[in-house]
């Protein structure tokens, strides 16, 4: 045979061994990602309502006695009399008025399935559920330490905690100058705190805040056209782009894949004055 020949097979060989070995490893390396419990959006609401109070008592106790006596004889005449009588009273009225703060705490059940995705995308993590939390109004839903022992996410090596910060809607109606047309625009801005803890040291491995945003632009060229914007697609577009920024930040300052990345493409580049490798073609006839 062909020493030509021969040595084709033996790369061919060697190469299908190498891909055998590539695609055998994938699985593994898959396993030792780092599997993220990601935790719903933490919300905390401050509401001032205004009340009124107004009562009113009474209290009264009467009493009173009475007696009379005569008698009547043919000279002479007798008689008595008595009577006694009390009272009381207490009266009191009670009014206030004013404004009471009332503070309102929970997760929000939105927002965290396209963060979720553009983590996965990443092919960086392993994601796993955790469960939800379901008391109301209590400062416990921020102590995420206190939730990781308590068992609320399982197999998790890193939970993403966030909360919201700030949201902000915004509805306006602007006349175009030159024109009888009006824009109208509905926008949403979101943005929300997140801290990334390893559940087994409670280390901080990220912290960062992200933002997500939305918005709807109309034009009407009537006066008194009714005008609907889309909510819907406003919504989209601010749990898009908060996922989008949350997976930057996460690959910014927590990404072990990243690292594994970098160095494998340096020893596949080799060093940096290495000569050339003479590449060569085998051509059968």
């Known amino acids: 045979m062909n020493a030509s020949i021969l040595r084709a097979l033996r790369t061919a060989s060697a190469i299908g061994c190498l891909a055998g070995a590539m695609l055998a490893a994938a699985p593994a390396a898959a396993q030792n990602l780092p599997k993220i419990a990601v935790t719903d959006l933490s919300y905390e609401e401050k509401v001032k ?25 043919a000279n002479s005449s007798s008689g008595s009399e008595s009577e006694r009588s009390s009272s009381r009273g207490e009266s009191s009225v009670v009014a206030a008025s004013g404004s009471i703060t009332v503070i309102s705490r929970g997760e929000l059940r939105k927002f965290t399935a396209d963060i979720k995705g553009e983590l996965l995308k990443s092919g960086s993590y392993r994601l796993v559920q955790g469960k939800p939390w379901t008391q109301q109004n209590t400062e416990k839903l921020y102590d995420i330490i206190a939730r990781i022992k308590q068992g609320y996410y399982p197999g998790a090596d890193y939970v993403l905690f966030g909360s919201i910060n700030n949201v902000e809607f915004r509805e306006e109606a602007n006349p175009i100058q030159g024109s009888n047309a009006v824009s109208y625009s509905l926008a949403l801005e979101l943005v929300g705190e997140f801290s990334l803890i390893n559940t087994r040291t409670y280390e901080i491995k990220a912290a960062f805040s992200a933002m997500g945003e939305g918005s709807d632009t109309r034009l009407a060229n009537a006066p008194g056209t009714r005008i609907t914007l889309n909510k819907s697609r406003v919504m989209q577009e601010v749990s898009r782009s908060l996922g989008d920024a949350v997976a930057s930040e996460m690959e910014a300052q927590f990404n072990p894949a990243a690292s594994t990345r970098a160095s494998r493409a340096a020893r596949n580049a080799g060093p940096a004055n290495a000569p050339a490798q003479e590449e060569r073609t085998v051509v059968f006839k």
Do not use: L, V
């Open 49 to 73: 309502e205004y009340f009124q109070y107004f009562e009113a008592r009474e209290k009264h106790n009467n009493s009173s006695s009475s007696s009379a006596r005569f008698r009547d004889s």
